[in-house]
């Protein structure tokens, strides 16, 4: 059941174009599941805006990966806050996370844009706070190299955990860009897809855009993923 | 820190309302299954098979909870009517 607590800004910085991390503290250790989100209240009116927690549970901090391209009320807001600055945040909720009642041993993440922000909460907690033996894999969908951020950790990551491994896309590249280009769509078709044989050991976590999520879904269903097996939530 | 207290409730109170004022409406097309309203009004909504949230009781919590239910949905798929006067509350 989610509560209404004051949480205090204490970070507040530009990650890369029009992404930025927020980071809230509060009075006590913040009791969520990765994947889920807080709704901050961002007007007097009572308008509320949510955003997911980008940071792995059981501190008392959480990290707000908030993409400021929309420029609407929630926007303005986040933008118009500073560090010491208090906000109203309610949660935590959504039931995106990850599988308890039948887990399968390996997990692909897939987003777009800023939805890598509640799958940065799954995978730290998995690898970190878990200690996930099955295999993790993220694949992320971003416009330019420009939007890119925490390129480091995912290295990191890559490299301090055997069973994790990630590749990120971009749709519009630069001449100069040596990775992936097109959709996360075309990776899943052209690359992961036919070097697993077996899809039935895999769970799918999808978040970002809509035509994303409802375009990957149904490819996976197309390949015989069971339904319970793909999780979703929808960014707007 | 001393300066974040924690506000003096929580939503989402078990105890069914008498007759509430609030009448709530769903807007499917906008609804994406966030699931915040039945987190914060559990007794007034739920999320379908389609994952899209669905009325079960309009006097399933008090009108505050309806009204924060509302305020919370990410995509403002949800309207908030008073009864009495017919004034749309929510959204603005």
Same mark, same amino acid.
């Given at each position: 059941?989610?509560?209404?607590?004051?949480?205090?800004?204490?970070?507040?910085?530009?990650?890369?174009?029009?992404?930025?991390?927020? @980071?809230? /503290?509060?009075? $006590?250790?913040?009791?969520?599941?990765?994947?889920? %989100?807080?709704?901050?209240?961002?007007?007097?009116?009572?308008?509320?805006?949510?955003?997911?927690?980008?940071?792995?549970?059981?501190?008392? +901090?959480?990290?707000?990966? @908030?993409?400021? *391209?929309?420029?609407?009320?929630? *926007?303005?807001?986040?933008?118009?806050?500073?560090?010491?600055?208090?906000? /109203?945040? &309610?949660?935590?909720?959504?039931?995106?996370?990850?599988?308890?009642?039948?887990?399968?041993?390996?997990?692909?993440?897939?987003?777009?844009?800023?939805?890598?922000?509640? &799958?940065?909460?799954?995978? #730290?907690? =998995?690898?970190?706070?878990?200690?996930?033996?099955?295999?993790?894999?993220?694949? #992320?969908?971003?416009?330019?190299?420009?939007? !890119?951020? #925490?390129?480091?950790?995912?290295?990191?990551?890559?490299?301090?955990?055997?069973?994790?491994?990630?590749?990120?896309?971009?749709?519009?590249?630069?001449?100069?860009?040596?990775?992936?280009?097109?959709?996360?769509?075309?990776?899943?078709?052209?690359?992961?897809?036919?070097?697993?044989?077996?899809?039935?050991?895999?769970?799918?976590?999808?978040?970002?855009?809509?035509?994303?999520?409802?375009?990957?879904?149904?490819? !996976?269903?197309?390949?015989?993923?069971?339904?319970?097996?793909?999780?979703?939530?929808?960014?707007? | 820190?001393?300066? *974040?207290?924690?506000?003096?409730?929580?939503?989402? +109170?078990?105890?069914?309302?008498?007759?509430?004022? %609030?009448?709530?409406?769903?807007?499917?097309?906008?609804?994406?299954?966030?699931? +915040?309203? @039945?987190?914060?009004?559990?007794?007034?909504?739920?999320?379908? $098979? =389609?994952?899209?949230?669905?009325?079960?009781?309009? $006097?399933?919590?008090?009108?505050?909870?309806?009204?924060?239910?509302?305020? +919370?949905?990410?995509?403002?798929?949800?309207?908030?009517?008073?009864?009495?006067?017919?004034?749309?509350?929510?959204?603005?």
């Amino acid at each position: 059941m989610p509560q209404t607590l004051l949480a205090k800004v204490t970070k507040k910085t530009n990650l890369a174009g029009n992404y930025w991390l927020v @980071v809230l /503290e509060f009075q $006590d250790a913040f009791d969520f599941a990765a994947g889920q %989100y807080v709704s901050l209240k961002v007007a007097e009116d009572g308008t509320r805006r949510s955003y997911s927690i980008a940071s792995a549970p059981n501190t008392k +901090s959480v990290d707000l990966l @908030v993409d400021v *391209t929309p420029m609407g009320l929630g *926007t303005k807001y986040i933008l118009s806050l500073k560090e010491g600055d208090i906000v /109203e945040a &309610m949660g935590p909720m959504g039931i995106f996370t990850l599988a308890s009642k039948t887990p399968k041993n390996n997990k692909l993440f897939i987003a777009t844009g800023s939805g890598i922000a509640p &799958m940065r909460s799954m995978i #730290w907690d =998995l690898l970190l706070t878990n200690k996930y033996q099955g295999e993790v894999q993220l694949l #992320w969908g971003m416009r330019h190299e420009g939007d !890119l951020f #925490w390129q480091e950790e995912l290295m990191q990551m890559n490299r301090q955990y055997a069973n994790f491994s990630y590749q990120v896309v971009l749709s519009k590249p630069g001449e100069h860009w040596h990775g992936e280009c097109g959709h996360v769509g075309d990776c899943l078709r052209n690359g992961f897809i036919v070097k697993v044989a077996d899809l039935s050991t895999w769970e799918f976590y999808l978040c970002g855009n809509q035509e994303m999520i409802m375009e990957t879904g149904a490819y !996976l269903a197309g390949k015989g993923v069971a339904k319970e097996d793909i999780h979703l939530e929808k960014f707007f | 820190m001393a300066d *974040t207290q924690a506000v003096a409730y929580t939503v989402g +109170s078990d105890k069914k309302p008498a007759k509430t004022k %609030y009448q709530v409406r769903v807007i499917n097309d906008k609804c994406i299954g966030a699931a +915040s309203c @039945v987190a914060v009004a559990a007794m007034t909504f739920k999320l379908n $098979d =389609l994952n899209k949230a669905d009325i079960v009781d309009q $006097d399933g919590n008090v009108d505050s909870e309806k009204l924060l239910a509302a305020q +919370s949905c990410p995509t403002s798929a949800i309207e908030v009517i008073d009864v009495e006067t017919g004034e749309k509350i929510w959204p603005k």
